[in-house]
């Protein structure tokens, strides 16, 4: 069965110090993976996806994600987090099975960036 | 501006009564979705779309209902809504189904 997951429901880091948010999935095929963040009484937001290419992706914000086909993991990255970086952090994968579009979600990580 | 709007934002209604959430996007998506989010849950697809007249199951189908006569709009449509539907709903769109997604601001629905 195609999954996604995020193992730690919160993340707390001290602002200025490097965030990582972890996320591993099994589907078959090809993976189709991306992130989202979600700010409070906000709808979700786009980050960075990865297709395929380089395993290091870059997105929106200074976030980035190094794509691991061994681990079958897909962590989402930044050097310097700060405070207005505090949200929720949802993982994404497309179903693999031919002819199928589906997407299956983690259940989310909140990030706490603390001043 | 590009965006995915949802209406209404907010319902309250009690079993049994059929109600619709509206979602239209004006990017001329080829794909659109349907997910709820619930605590500890994350968001969980209902329906897709691919196309217009083209809809297909996520992972949470039941007691939902879906169609795409159009491809700007794709309804979500709750014909006996139960309490355990209570949730935040989104609607998204994606050029094809294999972009990024673009999310409506959500509609919270509590059934009593």
């Known amino acids: 069965a195609q999954s996604v997951a995020q193992p730690e429901d919160q993340v707390n880091v001290a602002e200025g110090n490097p965030l990582t948010v972890k996320c591993t999935y099994s589907?078959?095929?090809?993976?189709?993976l991306f992130w989202y963040v979600q700010y409070p009484n906000r709808g979700l937001q786009f980050l960075l996806k990865?297709?395929?290419?380089?395993?290091l992706v870059k997105g929106s914000y200074g976030f980035e994600a190094e794509f691991n086909k061994s681990q079958t993991s897909f962590h989402l990255k930044k050097p310097s987090a700060l405070v207005s970086d505090s949200a929720l952090y949802f993982c994404?994968?497309?179903?693999?099975?031919?002819?199928?579009?589906?997407?299956?979600f983690g259940t989310g990580t909140r990030l706490k960036v603390l001043a | 501006e590009a965006q995915v709007t949802q209406n209404p934002r907010y319902l309250i209604t009690v079993t049994g009564k059929k109600l619709t959430v509206t979602c239209s996007q004006n990017?001329?998506?080829?794909?659109m979705s349907w997910y709820r989010q619930d605590p500890g849950l994350g968001l969980r697809q209902i329906y897709y779309?691919?196309?217009?007249?083209?809809?297909d199951k996520g992972d949470v189908p039941e007691g939902y209902k879906v169609s795409r006569k159009e491809k700007r709009n794709f309804p979500l449509i709750l014909e006996s809504p139960s309490p355990n539907q209570t949730s935040l709903y989104f609607c998204?769109?994606?050029?094809?189904?294999?972009?990024?997604?673009?999310f409506g601001p959500g509609t919270r629905l509590t059934v009593l």
């Open positions: 779309s691919m196309n217009v007249e083209v809809t």
């Open positions: 589907v078959s095929g090809n993976p189709y």
């Open positions: 990865y297709i395929t290419g380089d395993n």
């Open positions: 994404a994968v497309r179903d693999g099975t031919s002819g199928t579009y589906k997407y299956i």
């Open positions: 998204a769109s994606s050029l094809w189904g294999y972009n990024e997604q673009f």
């Open positions: 990017m001329n998506h080829e794909y």
